[in-house]
Nanobody, 118 residues
Framework: VQLQASGGGLVQPGGSLRLSCTAS????????MGWYRQVPGIQRGLVAH???????NYADSVKGRFTISRDNGKNTVYLQMDSLKPEDTAIYFC?????????????WGQGTLVTVSS
């Protein structure tokens, strides 16, 4: 499985951005896809994920502001980020978790930088 992320950039506080992550390869083995974020000196942390069945999970810090969704026809997961705050500034990484046979895997896309600043 390979992941291609896009959509980062610079936005003012209160603004919106949408990140996209498109999967290719062994799509059928994916159980869930999601987004993590990382700032220097801090461990990468979960932002949101969505399962193949459509169940979602969000970090408390983004609940009510971010929405994760998926387009199965395009093998793409989106992260709509609204009401952005300076503390949302980070490198965002998409991930895909699944099983190849009996072996669990996690794949990462390249990071995309989100900067929230006036």
């Amino acid at each position: 499985v390979q992941l291609q992320a896009s959509g980062g950039g610079l936005v003012q506080p209160g603004g919106s951005l949408r990140l996209s992550c498109t999967a290719s390869g062994s799509i059928s083995t994916i159980n869930l896809m999601g987004w993590y974020r990382q700032v220097p000196g801090i461990q990468r942390g979960l932002v949101a994920h969505i399962t193949s069945g459509g169940r979602t999970n969000y970090a408390d810090s983004v609940k009510g502001r971010f929405t994760i969704s998926r387009d199965n026809g395009k093998n793409t997961v989106y992260l709509q980020m609204d009401s952005l705050k300076p503390e949302d500034t980070a490198i965002y990484f998409c991930n895909a978790d699944g099983y190849s046979g009996a072996n669990w895997y996690r794949r990462w896309g390249q990071g995309t930088l989100v900067t929230v600043s006036s």
